[in-house]
C-alpha cells in the first residue's frame, strides 16, 4: 500500500485546476471553473472545478471527486496508476514496499534508460530538422505529405549515415558503455559463428527515426524506417527488447489516441507507424498499431480498457490477411468485438487518405464487416466450400474461433449467424464448441477485480438533515471536530440516509487542508466521490455552523427514536407476542414518545 502521508504529498503538489487544464482549457466562473464535460457528451457546460475544495464536479452526468478520480476517470487507469502518475508529474517518487538492492539498481537503470531515450529523441529529431545529411528524409516526408508541424508534433527524428554518431552523442552526454547497451540503440559486431567480435554500433544508421512511447508519453524505443531501398536489413529495424521495452505489451501512437479510443469504444488497428500517422492527422484519430502485425495478448488486455470494439485494418494482401487471423484469439479473450476493414488493392490507409481523401478511409471503416462474417466470404470463394466435407472442415475452424467469444449473448450472436451462413442446425454448431478457456488472469485484471463495482448505486439517498451535516463535516473543522466527540457510530449506524455520514467520520482529513480531503475522497468508491464532490462545491457553509450541526445531530437523534417506536409497536401487534410482552412493548413505546416529545419541546 502507499502511505496515506504521501498520498496527501502528491495531492498537495498537484493542483486541480493545473492538472485538468493540462487535458483540456478550464474557463473561469467567479471562483470555480468550467467546461464541457470530457465524461459526456454535452453543449452546455456543466463540469465544475473548485479550486479551493480541490474537486470537481460534473452536474450532467454525476462524475465527481478529487484529483486523483479525475485522473483515473480521464487516463482509464486504476487508483493506485492514478497516484503514480500524479507523483511522477511532481517529481515524488513512490515506493510501495522496501526495495532489495538488486530492485533498486533496476529501478535507477530504467530512470537512466529513460533520460537516455528522452535525449537520444531530441538528437534524432535535431538532426532531421537542421542537418543536411538528412535532406533525403525530409524530402521522403514531404513526398508522404507530413509537415513541418507534424514532424514535430510526433518528434520524428534521422539516424545519420555513421557507425558511431549516436553512441559518440551518448557517450558525450554522460552514458556509461554498460547504460548504452542496455538501451539497445547499439548492437555488437558478431563473426561468421554469430559470436561477439570487437565493440558495439549504432543500431539505427541512414533511417527515419519513429519514437514509441509508452501510455504516458515516455520514450521507451524506436522504429527506423529505411530510405535507400537498396540499403542492407529490412524495410524497418526496431529496438530489441529492454528494461523499458516489450515488444508485446506496447501499442505504438496510445499516448496521443487513447482519449479518442475511449470516446469512440471503438478502435482503428492499422499495421504501421505512417499509417497511423497519417489517419490520425486527417482526423480519424481513434487509431492505433500493434509493434508486431498481430496482437499479443497483453495488447489486447490493454485496448479493452479503453473500447469494446476493434476495427482491424490491415492490408489486403495475404500477409495482412494472415496476421488478421492471428490477432483475432486474443481480441476474442478480451472480450472485444472484431470487424474488418478492407483497403482497396495496391492500397493502405496512408495511401487512401493521401490519394483520395479522409472521407475514403472513413467510408472504408464504416462498411467493415464482422470478422466472422467476412471469414465466411473468404471461405466462400474456394470450391472446395461448397461441398459437404468442406463446409464441416470450415465449420469445424471457425468453432474454434467462436469459443473464445467471453461474452454470452454475443456468442449466442455469433452462433445463430455462422450457422446460417454455413446452412447448417444450430445446434450442431454448439456441438461443435468446446469449452471456451478460463480468462487468464493478471495483476491488472486482479486489481479491476478487487475495486469497487460503478455501476449499481451503493448509497442511501441523502436527507436534508444528512447532507447539512455532511456539509458541515466536510468544511468546518469546529464541527469536525464536535462530531468525533460524540456517539456518531451508535446514532449512524441504524440509520440508511447516514451511510455517506459514517463514510466522512471514518475519512481521516482536516477539512482546512486541501490536500487532505483529496487524499480522503481518493480513498472512496466512485459513488461515494461523486456524491462528495457535490458537498463539496458549495461555496461556503450556513453561519454558526456548530450550532446547525447541533440541530441537526437532534434531528438525528429524533428520528432514530422514531425508528425505534415504530419497530415496538409493529412487534406488538404480531398475534404471536405473548401478553407479557405486549405490555412490555407498550411501556417501550411510550417511553420512546416521552422522549420525542420532549425533543420537540
Not at 481480441?331 to 481523401?357: F, K, N, W, Y
Amino acid at each position: 500500500m502507499i502511505p496515506e502521508h504521501l498520498i496527501e504529498q502528491i495531492a498537495q503538489a498537484n493542483d486541480i485546476v493545473d492538472v485538468i487544464s493540462s487535458y483540456f482549457p478550464l474557463k473561469r466562473a467567479g471562483s470555480a471553473y468550467k467546461a464541457c464535460c470530457p465524461f459526456h457528451h454535452e453543449k452546455t457546460a456543466s463540469f465544475s472545478v473548485n479550486p479551493a475544495r480541490q474537486i470537481f464536479k460534473c452536474f450532467g452526468c454525476g462524475a465527481g471527486g478529487g484529483v486523483f478520480k479525475f485522473v483515473e476517470l480521464y487516463e482509464n487507469v486504476n487508483y493506485p496508476e492514478a497516484i503514480k502518475r500524479l507523483a511522477a508529474k511532481a517529481g515524488i517518487r513512490v515506493e510501495e514496499e522496501p526495495m532489495s538492492a538488486e530492485e533498486s539498481a533496476h529501478q535507477k537503470l530504467k530512470q537512466r534508460l529513460l533520460a537516455l531515450h528522452a535525449g537520444a529523441a531530441q538528437w534524432f529529431h535535431t538532426n532531421l530538422m537542421r542537418t543536411k545529411a538528412a535532406q533525403g528524409a525530409r524530402d521522403y516526408l514531404k513526398k508522404r505529405g507530413f509537415t513541418v508541424e507534424v514532424a514535430k508534433s510526433w518528434k520524428l527524428g534521422y539516424a545519420p549515415e555513421s557507425w558511431d554518431a549516436l553512441t559518440g552523442w551518448a557517450i558525450g552526454a554522460g552514458y556509461r558503455d554498460d547504460e548504452i547497451i542496455a538501451s539497445g540503440l547499439v548492437t555488437w559486431k558478431e563473426d561468421e559463428q554469430g559470436r561477439r567480435s570487437g565493440n558495439f554500433y549504432d543500431r539505427f544508421r541512414d533511417r527515419l527515426m519513429f519514437p514509441i512511447c509508452n501510455d504516458i508519453g515516455e520514450v521507451i524505443a524506436f522504429s527506423g524506417r529505411v530510405l535507400n531501398p537498396d540499403a542492407f536489413g529490412g524495410k524497418y529495424v526496431n529496438s530489441p527488447e529492454t528494461p523499458l521495452f516489450i515488444k508485446g505489451n506496447v501499442l505504438f501512437g496510445l499516448q496521443k489516441t487513447k482519449r479518442p479510443l475511449i470516446d469512440k469504444k471503438a478502435a482503428i488497428v492499422v499495421e504501421g507507424q505512417i499509417d497511423l500517422i497519417t489517419a490520425y492527422e486527417a482526423g480519424v484519430q481513434n487509431v492505433t498499431a500493434s509493434q508486431g502485425t498481430a496482437f499479443t495478448q497483453r495488447q489486447a488486455q490493454i485496448l479493452k480498457r479503453y473500447v469494446d470494439e476493434v476495427i482491424l485494418c490491415f492490408d489486403s494482401d495475404a500477409a495482412g490477411l494472415k496476421a488478421a487471423g492471428k490477432s483475432l484469439p486474443h481480441l476474442l479473450e478480451a472480450g472485444l468485438s472484431v470487424r474488418v476493414a478492407e483497403m482497396p488493392v495496391g492500397q493502405d490507409p496512408d495511401s487512401l487518405i493521401r490519394t483520395e481523401g479522409a472521407d475514403a478511409f472513413i467510408r472504408q471503416i464504416a462498411q467493415a464487416r464482422d470478422f466472422f462474417e467476412f471469414q465466411i466470404e473468404r471461405a466462400a470463394a474456394d470450391p472446395e466450400f461448397a461441398t459437404p466435407k468442406g463446409k464441416a472442415d470450415f465449420a469445424r475452424k471457425m468453432a474454434e474461433s467462436v469459443v473464445l467469444v467471453s461474452d454470452p449473448l454475443l456468442r449466442e450472436a455469433v452462433i445463430h449467424n455462422v450457422s446460417a451462413r454455413l446452412e447448417m442446425q444450430p445446434e450442431y454448431f454448439v456441438s461443435l464448441l468446446k469449452a471456451p478457456p478460463k480468462p487468464s488472469r493478471t495483476r491488472e485484471s486482479e486489481d479491476q477485480d478487487n475495486s469497487p463495482t460503478e455501476s449499481q448505486p451503493r448509497l442511501a439517498p441523502l436527507s436534508n438533515t444528512t447532507r447539512l451535516l455532511c456539509r458541515l463535516a466536510l468544511g468546518s473543522p469546529e464541527v469536525r471536530s464536535w462530531l468525533l466527540t460524540q456517539p456518531w457510530e451508535s446514532l449512524f449506524a441504524p440509520l440508511p440516509e447516514a451511510e455517506l455520514l459514517s463514510i466522512v467520520m471514518r475519512g481521516r482529513f482536516d477539512p482546512a487542508v486541501p490536500a487532505t480531503l483529496g487524499a480522503f475522497l481518493a480513498s472512496c468508491d466512485a459513488e461515494a466521490q461523486s456524491a462528495l464532490a457535490e458537498l463539496l462545491d458549495v461555496k461556503t457553509l450556513p453561519p454558526d455552523p456548530l450550532r446547525q450541526a447541533a440541530d441537526c445531530w437532534r434531528d438525528l437523534e429524533r428520528r432514530n427514536l422514531e425508528r425505534l417506536r415504530d419497530a415496538a409497536a409493529a412487534r406488538m401487534r404480531m398475534p404471536t407476542v405473548e401478553p407479557a410482552e405486549t405490555l412490555r412493548l407498550q411501556q417501550r413505546v411510550l417511553e420512546l414518545q416521552q422522549r420525542i416529545n420532549a425533543m420537540r419541546s
